[in-house]
């Protein structure tokens, strides 16, 4: 999971077997959570998102699970592949805040084959 | 062609430089943002504009300043550049009344 720190967590899994990666998150507030990918090289991308009226959702190969009452968020990926390695970002927004989104400091996952 | 367009995508520059990196959106959006990525430390935000005439400070905005030149670009500037600013930077856009933010593809820039 995520944590304050200059060393980024993470995550070794098997091709084919699920992903679950984990994000505490900091702001009771906040009001919408995001889930991006970052690959070497490239600036980060949308994944999934949730709202905070919510507790689970859905994608293609991907769910977010949300549980506001220990502030936690985290990332389901299904059959994980070697394309899903990459560096996995969870960010809220707060809307006491201006409706910034704060990042968390991401979790590397990588898939071996 | 990309939607959120970075320019430089790499700059090495000395210190007490000054250095402006540019923003440009093909997507219509009317906020903006600069974020800078550290190793280990994630994504922190810099400045964000919610339009032209909106300009707002991020966590980290000591030693930067931003200029919305129009609602398509929006560029962010170092007016002497120290080596702790070596640093990947990130533009982003989103629609107001949306969460997803658009980044751009980075630009890395090293002080030396």
């Known amino acids: 999971g995520e944590s304050v720190g200059l060393h980024l967590p993470t995550l070794s899994v098997q091709e084919g077997d699920n992903s679950i990666i984990n994000c505490a998150y900091s702001n009771s507030a906040s009001d919408y959570f995001i889930w991006y990918k970052q690959e070497s090289g490239k600036g980060p991308q949308f994944i999934i998102d949730?709202?905070?009226?919510?507790d689970k959702r859905q994608g293609q190969r991907v769910t977010v699970l949300l549980n506001k009452t220990v502030k936690h968020l985290s990332l389901q990926i299904a059959a994980t592949q070697p394309g899903d390695s990459a560096v996995y970002f969870c960010a809220e927004r707060a809307g006491n805040q201006g409706g910034k989104l704060i990042f968390g400091q991401g979790t590397e996952l990588s898939v071996k084959p | 062609d990309a939607d959120v367009t970075q320019t430089p995508r790499n700059r090495i520059t000395k210190t007490g430089k000054r250095i402006m990196l540019e923003c440009s959106q093909t997507?219509?959006?009317?906020?903006m943002y600069w974020y800078r990525q550290d190793p280990g430390l994630g994504l922190r935000l810099i400045y964000y504009?919610?339009?032209?005439?909106?300009?707002n400070k991020g966590e980290i905005s000591d030693g930067y300043s931003v200029s919305r030149q129009a609602q398509a670009k929006f560029s962010l500037s170092l007016e002497s550049a120290i080596p702790n600013q070596t640093a990947l930077y990130f533009c982003?856009?989103?629609?107001?009344?949306?969460?997803?933010?658009?980044f751009g593809e980075g630009s890395r820039l090293t002080v030396l």
């Open positions: 949730i709202r905070s009226n919510m």
């Open positions: 982003a856009t989103a629609l107001s009344g949306t969460g997803e933010l658009f």
């Open positions: 997507k219509g959006h009317d906020r």
């Open positions: 504009s919610f339009d032209v005439k909106d300009i």
